[in-house]
């Protein structure tokens, strides 16, 4: 049995709950909003000057945005080492926290401390058209991989494509209507080892950089591909697999497309690095990069992935955000020795 705090946004019958594993309910619209409002006093105007989120006026002088932009939209030039070339690689682990803003309440995600992973699913939105329950899947895949965890023997590296396979083969079983993207990720030693499919992503940042990022798959322009109960979808093994090494100090941002489809990567890169430049918690950034997304979202006029793609794949005129579920994951790799 672990232990150490463990976390899913679902709600498995209590019988299947083992009793170490400690269940965190689902944010909801309410507390997010609250959550906003408190984040509000954080940001600085100059970043939402930055962003062109018009909605919220900035009250910045100019001085005040340039400041800004020289302290976080610039990379620092040089910083320390903390591990020193020829050094052996330090124990890691993953500190998580996230964030969750509904609006269909149809993205569910996971995580667990001692196990090093973390996942993320989305239910693919046009089964809500058909009477479907578009959350269901979705809710299926990170239930069933969140309790593989728990039955996992400590200190057994987890491999994210076993996980998502197992889990997809359970939530089929269970008769769960409609389909879902999924991401997970885990920490093995220094490896973060990666297996996704569809359009939910992640990126890794590293001394204020972005050195990777998750390509997503789609047939189309907002049709990704999608694990689904009737096998009409793709199978798990179109998921993308792989692995890269990470040290003390990477940041890792892992999200639905409500994320992805709204803060260009650059501009999710200045908000990791105002965090890390600020000493945010893991939990801190990931409800201002929620909040910023969600920000985004709504806007009408400012440019996004998903317009910017809309009008690049489909020869529209679309400008504005894209209002979905918005779920975020920050992960910290951290020495175990820190």
Not at 69 to 92: I, K, S, T
Not at 97 to 118: K, L, Q, W
Request: proline fraction near 5%.
């Amino acid at each position: 049995r672990r232990s150490p705090r463990s976390t899913t946004t679902n709600h498995p019958q209590p019988q299947e709950i083992k009793p170490s594993a400690k269940i965190a309910a689902m944010e909801t619209l309410e507390p997010i909003q609250k959550t906003l409002g408190e984040i509000d006093k954080r940001i600085p105007d100059a970043l939402r000057a930055a962003f062109g989120l018009e909605k919220r006026a900035s009250r910045s002088s100019e001085d005040a945005i340039a400041s800004f932009f020289a302290l976080y939209l610039e990379p620092p030039h040089h910083r320390e080492r903390r591990e020193l070339d020829g050094e052996e690689p330090r124990a890691l682990r993953m500190n998580w926290a996230s964030c969750y803003a509904p609006r269909h309440n149809e993205d569910a995600h996971f995580g667990h401390d001692e196990a090093g992973v973390v996942g993320v699913a989305d239910g693919v939105g046009g089964y809500r058209k058909k009477g479907v329950d578009a959350g269901a899947f979705s809710r299926g895949l990170m239930t069933s991989a969140f309790l593989q965890v728990l039955a996992t023997e400590p200190g057994t590296p987890v491999c994210p494509y076993t996980l998502l396979e197992r889990a997809y083969e359970e939530t089929v079983a269970s008769a769960a209507d409609g389909g879902s993207t999924a991401v997970i990720l885990s920490l093995a030693g220094t490896a973060l080892k990666w297996a996704f499919i569809g359009d939910s992503a992640f990126a890794v940042f590293r001394d204020g950089r972005l050195v990777h990022r998750s390509q997503r798959q789609q047939r189309r322009f907002n049709c990704p591909f999608q694990l689904n109960a009737t096998g009409k979808g793709e199978r798990v093994n179109k998921a993308d697999v792989g692995q890269m090494a990470v040290r003390h100090g990477d940041v890792v941002v892992l999200g639905t497309d409500g994320l992805f489809d709204n803060m260009f990567d650059a501009e999710l890169e200045v908000v990791v690095r105002m965090g890390m430049a600020l000493g945010f918690s893991p939990k801190n950034m990931a409800d201002v990069v929620a909040g910023i997304a969600y920000e985004m979202s709504t806007s009408k006029t400012r440019d996004s992935p998903y317009s910017a793609d809309s009008r690049r794949l489909q020869g529209d005129h679309r400008r504005g955000g894209k209002p979905d579920d918005i779920t975020v994951v920050v992960a910290f790799i951290v020495s175990l020795y820190s």
